[in-house]
């Protein structure tokens, strides 16, 4: 299902886990690897593919969300505040959403725009783990490097502790296993909660 309105979004009470983050991280693209999936979800390399709140239900019992990416100068002015307040909206009110998943680019240094929206995120209580995405484009070596200092500048900010993290790759189906494992067990535990 897709709309831009949190309100018609499906009413069932079963877990759902959002992908947000700048447009052309590569949200649309994970929801498809993780799926095993060519295109379930509609991707681009012109950013700014996904407009609207795309739900997809997976074996019958919890959702992937997936949402149209921030900080995409091409959107007019006036595009950019509805296009902004749907999304908050829907991190506002969405009771049924376990995790979120912020996905930053790995070869980037950490992004104000990206920070800001984490912050908010914290700031709103809404729970988010960081997915580093495109690691098939940095040399193994210095992945590790990379994500260190990620996680170093958010731990001298504002932040206690760093979010758990996840390191991906679309293209090369890395991280798929550990980030299945980790929804699977939110998923047992909701549904064991609810029994
Ligand atoms: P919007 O919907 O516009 O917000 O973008 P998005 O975040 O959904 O990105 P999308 O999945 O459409 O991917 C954007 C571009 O990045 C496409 O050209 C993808 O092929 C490319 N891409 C996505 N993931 C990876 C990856 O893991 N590795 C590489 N090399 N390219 C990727
Ligand atoms: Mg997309």
């Given at each position: 299902m897709s709309n831009s309105n949190v309100e018609k979004c499906p009413n069932e009470k079963i877990p759902e886990y959002a992908f947000i983050g700048r447009s052309n991280v590569g949200k649309s693209s994970l929801i498809n690897m993780l799926t095993d999936r060519k295109s379930l979800?509609?991707?681009?390399?012109r950013p700014?593919?996904?407009?609207?709140?795309?739900?997809?239900?997976?074996n019958e019992n919890w959702f992937l969300v997936d949402l149209p990416g921030y900080g995409y100068a091409r959107v007019s002015k006036k595009?950019?505040?509805?296009?902004?307040?749907?999304?908050?909206?829907?991190f506002e009110q969405r009771t049924q959403l376990v995790c979120s998943f912020v996905l930053v680019?790995?070869?980037?240094?950490?992004?104000?725009?990206?920070?800001?929206?984490?912050e908010w995120m914290g700031e709103n209580g809404i729970?988010?783990?960081?997915?580093?995405?495109?690691?098939?484009?940095?040399?193994?070596?210095?992945?590790?490097?990379?994500?260190?200092?990620?996680?170093?500048?958010?731990v001298q900010?504002?932040?206690e502790e760093a979010p758990?993290?996840?390191?991906?790759?679309?293209?090369?189906?890395?991280?798929?296993?550990?980030?299945?494992?980790f929804i699977d067990e939110i998923n047992t535990d909701f549904f064991k909660e609810k029994k």
């Open positions: 979800a509609k991707t681009s390399g700014g593919k996904t407009q609207l709140i795309n739900h997809f239900k997976i595009d950019k505040k509805t296009f902004q307040k749907y999304i908050t909206n829907y680019d790995i070869r980037h240094e950490p992004q104000k725009i990206d920070m800001e929206f984490m729970p988010f783990c960081i997915i580093f995405t495109k690691a098939d484009k940095l040399k193994p070596a210095v992945i590790e490097n990379k994500v260190d200092t990620y996680v170093k500048t958010m900010g504002v932040w758990r993290y996840f390191i991906t790759s679309s293209s090369k189906k890395m991280g798929r296993d550990a980030l299945l494992q």
